[in-house]
């Protein structure tokens, strides 16, 4: 998890993260009921882009080219490339596709209206030694544009991880479950640009996966400049 150059570390409180009884991490709320479904063919996509947005139907499909691409297996290149790692590509021509990329998604999400429906997950492939460092008032960002789910059992069983950030009031994301390459993910898209701070820790077991995790708590603050 990267931590921006800002970071500050609040004091811990005494007590010790509270653990939830068992099951609790399969309870889900209403909120996946604020997406929309998902829409298979192209053009049904690209109409909705345009509702969404307003752009027109050229802007509209490069918007869902790019969006196919992040929710489909090239989310680490799109991201990589937002954080202009370009040492991380093969030519400097495949860098400027997935950056082109990075640019079109910020674009769309600007411009999208923004999800108010609800507590957002997001897993991440750590496990509780990065939970541990973690203080309290920290700044954290997410390196890039993020993927979070209104479904908690989507975002705990992310990649194995056992760390899981939650958000009750996201801001600056969009739903894009409509549009995913995986729809029913209750994907919510949030800017490269978001900030948070850590306002709470929590032990959590889940009965069904039959382990502990290790959530993080955040409210959005202002968003960076980059």
């Known amino acids: 998890m990267a931590k921006s150059s800002g970071s500050t570390r609040g004091k811990m409180p005494s007590s010790n993260p509270q653990m939830k009884g068992a ?17 298979d063919k192209v053009d049904e996509r690209q109409v909705y882009i345009m509702q969404m947005t307003g752009v027109d139907e050229s ?3 490069r918007y869902d080219e790019a969006i196919q691409a992040f929710t489909g297996v090239k989310y680490k290149k799109i991201r990589r490339a937002y954080r202009e790692m370009r040492e991380r590509f093969k030519s400097e021509e495949e860098y400027l596709k997935y950056k082109k990329y990075s640019d079109l998604i910020e674009d769309f999400i600007s411009k999208s209206p ?21 203080g309290y008032g920290e700044v954290v960002n997410m390196r890039g ?3 979070w789910s209104t479904n908690i059992n989507f975002a705990s069983g992310f990649n194995n991880g056992e760390v ?14 409509a549009i995913s ?16 701070k850590v306002v709470n820790k929590e032990i959590v077991y889940s009965q069904f996966q039959r382990k502990n995790f290790y959530f993080i708590d955040v409210e959005p603050i202002a968003n960076a400049k980059k």
Not at 168 to 174: D, L
Not at 181 to 196: N, P, Q
């Open 145 to 147: 544009m993020a993927s």
């Open 59 to 61: 802007t509209a499909a």
């Open 181 to 196: 390459k995986h729809a029913g993910e209750m994907e919510v898209l949030t800017s490269g640009r978001c900030r948070y």
């Open 114 to 134: 923004k999800w108010h429906g609800g507590v957002t997950f997001r897993g991440v492939n750590s496990d509780k030694s990065t939970w541990d460092k973690v």
């Open 164 to 177: 899981v950030y939650r958000c009750s009031k996201p801001q600056n994301g969009t739903s894009v479950n």
């Open 23 to 39: 099951g609790n991490i399969t309870k889900q709320t209403d909120h996946d009921k604020n997406h929309v479904w998902g829409i």
